[in-house]
């Protein structure tokens, strides 16, 4: 397969705090590529071209042009070859934080969950259409940046008090979970593994749990460029203002379970373990890699407003 890579560089926009971004689209059509970079263009996005030579994921030149924020894996490939790929590129992504968007045929809930293993952020159905490829690069850009600055804090700081035992916090604001999750993630054996689920829980505690933004609402809201906006204005409304997520850590001799407890209406926890891995759309996945790539166990009582997470130690 020859393999062409466009490389689009996107302006800041007003309502994702990311600063000039470079997103990497990997195809194998270049009349394709050639139209997807005049319709992002059209877009707001600056293009230029990167010249990558053969289809071989290990070709030395490759790790050049996979030095970028967004990376969109745009080919006629089967399952096992999406999933090859993946795995290569995760190997020589050393260093780098590249999220990757993977459009492809219909696949089975199975093989949505293999490809989220192998290193895809963003499942796409083909043929995908301009609309919805700009909203999942725009909250993928977003995305990204929260996960940036966790990551920087997790990879400059240790813990400067010692070995935590045990510990209650309470957040309101999605900075203060951001802030929490870091620091939780230092006193865990591998912070880099446990970081990004620690957020996601803390995170849906605030947004869907005490501010009560529901799935849907929040990708409408996301679309329109006004989720933080309306987090901020719900923050600040007698009904949710008071509102308090309670985070409890705690060390055991032989794992560390962390319980969040948000003061929300709940959900059907049951019927949305089960449900499929979302598809074209920007949320929904957070659940699914907390309990598949972060911790070993997760489990949700009461209403569905109790979560915890336990890792081994």
Sequence with gaps: MSVDTLCLD?????????????????????????????????????S???????SNPDHEASARDLDCDIEVVRAALDFGEIEDYLNARRSQRTGTRATIIVQTRHLTAAD????????AHYLLAMP????????????????????????DFISSHKSAIGRMVTGVFEIQTLDEAQKLSTMLATHYPVPDLVVTGIWELLSNAVEHGNLEIDFDEKMDLLERGVFQ???????????????????????????????????????????????????????????????????????YSGKGNIVEGVISV
Excluded: W
């Design 229 to 299: 906006y309306e987090i901020t204005r719900r923050l600040g409304t007698p009904k949710y203002a008071s509102r308090v997520a309670r985070v409890e850590f705690e060390r055991a001799a032989d794992c560390i379970r962390l319980r969040v407890i948000d003061q929300g209406q709940g959900f059907d926890y049951e019927k949305f373990l089960a449900a499929d891995i979302p598809m074209n759309r920007p949320n929904g996945r957070g659940i699914f890699i907390a309990g598949k790539l972060c911790f070993e166990q997760l489990k």
């Design 128 to 151: 995908v259409s301009d609309a919805i490829l700009h909203r999942i690069v725009r909250t993928a850009l977003a995305d990204a940046a929260t996960a940036d600055s966790i990551q």
């Design 10 to 46: 996107a302006p800041a926009d007003r309502d994702v705090a990311v600063a000039l971004s470079r997103v990497v689209i990997v195809g194998d059509d270049a009349d394709d590529l050639a139209q997807s970079t005049e319709r992002l263009t059209e877009l707001g996005y600056r």
């Design 112 to 119: 949505r969950r293999k490809l989220i293993k192998s290193g």
């Design 48 to 54: 230029r071209d990167i010249d990558l030579p053969g």
